[in-house]
């Protein structure tokens, strides 16, 4: 993908990401949501796991792998199509994608700088705040630019 095409993909999954519900009032309950689901709805274990098609012990441990975070996207989704739920798997970034990207450009534009300044002063040679402020905004808008794999190796 080009970087023009790149930029338009982060603004626009960055307008669904915010256009949905508020995220924080999400956060799965302490014994996972197929338990706390199963007894809203009055549905004992045994009921559940027959419309699985598994054993009672196999919903317990269903339940139990979910409150520990350890169960497979497979499993709560057979799970949620048994309760008569929608199963909804999604990363919500901390911060608008555009500001994570702008961000990273950022700081490897003040590394590289960074190594110049060095070699500069070692050299007894310095660099007005002005003009290293353009040459962070310089690098960093070039940076952007390209915006692709690189952008994320460790530099």
Known sequence: MDSPSRATAR??????????APIDTLQRPPQGWVKAIREALGMTTAQLAHRLGVSQPRVIALEKAEARGVVSLESLSRAA?????????????????????????????????????H?????????EAADDAAQL????????????????DDA
């Open 11 to 20: 603004r626009q999954l960055d307008k669904r990401l915010n256009s949905a």
């Open 81 to 117: 199509q048994a309760l008569d739920c929608r199963f909804v798997y999604v990363l919500v970034p901390r911060k608008p994608l555009e500001a994570l990207v702008d961000e990273r450009a950022t700081l490897l534009a003040k590394k590289r700088l960074a190594s110049t300044r």
């Open 119 to 127: 070699t500069m002063a070692l050299e007894d040679q310095s660099v």
């Open 137 to 152: 905004e310089r690098l960093t808008r070039k940076l952007l630019e390209k915006s692709g794999p690189a952008l994320w």
